[in-house]
């Protein structure tokens, strides 16, 4: 009996180690070129660095703007630069338009909701969302209210601060979130409230950990490290803490739906949930309004946050582009309260936004797509279900799209007559068919946030401009700015 099981742990160790081999080196299609990978670890070897895009970026100077990179023993296809991101994501579209694994979301979401999910169900949730959204007034009046109430109370806590110097991180992620919790909750929190500062540690560390190297090395190996202690443990928590604190919220919402009158995204859902109860094949299901109201979380509030963070920094440095921005509010909105409606005739503004969406880059490698059918490109066979990396960075900081691209550097969005510039290659939200369908909305929230902010404060830092730092910190995947503290001087 011990022979056999000496003999046993050997065996089932070069079973294991063979199949890895076949899932690397097996087949994969005509591939674009790339580096070669070894046995289970594929390329990670080589992305060891804290700044994960780079040696991505490294490898493109020698394999061209399409190729292929093992992150553990899964091939991805990369793609660099506009024309390529462009060629495949929007000429492309219907073909790059599934969404790869994302491990550790899949063990709370389980393949539910928007952002996880693929073929019909993905179509459900994102047209649904979308509808619903724009119910509630996305673009209109009604969700433009919510952020424009918001922004007073932003302006409130800013105002507590007297002139001295804070670091803005918390205050504008609360008012972020509860743009968000507005539209799925029905109502917003006090900055101070417990259940909110809960509801925000949860998004946050779920976030940190899904952005750090941690999260990429889980990402690829989830398998053995589902069951294996470590700090990964902890971001898992924190998505099972959001779950449970949404589904608190679902229940309280059964127990006082009126269907006539849905109140706000999960009513909606619940009420769609009923209409379609006799229906077996329904995606209307508990399963996916948790997903779907998961996702809206982690689109719409970090990322809004951290651009306005990156916006405030680049303005401390360039005072005279705030200077511009508080010149066109008081010549075009004054005292009242700024809306959505004012950014038509504020190009000025509009074009520094787009340049802190551009220079911000906050989400470098972009979200990870897949292939839904067997495709042709650039002649190249990339196999159904491959995923492919589209690399934003390469996009937004593009030399030919953006000369000069390390600058920061609103005018780039400005014709010669001074109005804004559409460009093409400006993707923060990602292109084709798997866009962020939050766009819409954080385009008002940064609008809206803005020039709430400049119209009643001029923010001013003790840091001489020149010794202002705009590179980013940064994760395994994401870009942040550096910490800072501000002062917001009141103008009137």
């Not at 994302?102 to 949730?125: A, C, H, Q, V």
Request: glycine share 6%; net charge neutral; with cysteine.
């Amino acid at each position: 009996m011990e022979l056999y099981t000496g003999l046993l742990t050997p065996f089932l160790l070069a079973l294991l180690l063979l199949f890895m081999v076949i899932k690397v080196f097996g087949k994969t299609g005509n591939l674009p070129p790339g580096p070669r990978p070894l046995p289970i670890l594929g390329n990670l070897l080589q992305l060891k660095s804290r700044e994960i895009h780079k040696p991505i970026l490294e490898l493109s100077k020698k394999y061209g703007p399409v190729y292929t990179l093992y992150m553990g023993p899964k091939p991805a296809v990369v793609l660099c630069g506009f024309q390529a991101v462009k060629e495949a994501l929007v000429d492309n579209g219907d073909k790059f338009s599934g969404r790869a694994e994302f491990p550790i979301l899949d063990l709370t979401s389980k393949g539910y909701g928007i952002t996880n999910s693929n073929g019909e169900r993905w179509k459900e949730m994102r047209r649904f969302a979308l509808a619903t959204l724009r119910n509630f007034g996305m673009g209109k009046r009604s969700i433009e209210e919510r952020i424009q109430e918001e922004a007073q109370f932003l302006v409130e806590n800013v105002r507590k601060t007297e002139g001295k110097q804070f670091d803005p991180t918390f205050i504008l992620s609360s008012a972020v979130s509860n743009i968000i919790c507005s539209i799925v909750f029905g109502k917003r929190f006090n900055y101070t409230d417990e259940h909110f500062l809960s509801l925000l540690k949860n998004i946050n560390g779920a976030l940190k950990f899904m952005t750090s190297a941690w999260g990429l090395i889980f990402y690829y190996l989830q398998g053995p490290l589902r069951y294996i202690p470590g700090p990964h443990q902890k971001g898992i928590q924190h998505l099972i803490n959001l779950k449970a604190f949404i589904q608190d919220s679902i229940d309280e919402s059964v127990n006082t739906l009126n269907p006539n009158s849905p109140r706000h995204f999960i009513d909606c859902f619940l009420v769609k949930m009923q209409e379609d109860k006799q229906n077996p094949a329904s995606e209307f299901h508990n399963e996916n309004l948790i997903g779907s109201t998961m996702n809206l979380f982690f689109a719409g509030t970090e990322t809004t946050s951290t651009i306005l963070r990156y916006g405030f920094l680049a303005l401390l440095k360039y005072p005279h582009i705030q200077a511009k921005i508080q010149d066109e509010i008081d010549h075009v909105i004054g005292d009242r309260p700024p809306s959505a409606e004012d950014r038509t005739k504020m190009p000025y503004t509009e074009a520094v936004i787009c340049e802190i969406q551009r220079f911000s880059d906050i989400v470098p490698t972009g979200v990870p797509r897949s292939t839904i059918e067997d495709v042709s490109f650039r002649g190249y066979t990339i196999p159904k279900g491959t995923d492919v990396m589209p690399l934003l960075t390469t996009v937004l900081k593009d030399h030919e799209q953006f000369p000069q691209p390390e600058l920061f550097s609103p005018d780039r969005f400005l014709d010669d007559n001074g109005a804004v510039k559409k460009h093409a290659a400006l993707l923060p939200f990602s292109a084709g068919r798997r866009m962020c369908p939050g766009e819409g909305l954080a385009r008002m929230e940064l609008f809206l946030f803005l020039t709430t902010l400049l119209q009643k404060f001029t923010l001013t830092t003790v840091v001489p401009t020149d010794d202002i730092d705009l590179r980013p910190e940064f994760s395994s995947t994401g870009h942040l700015p550096r910490h800072y503290k501000m002062s917001a001087v009141p103008r009137h």
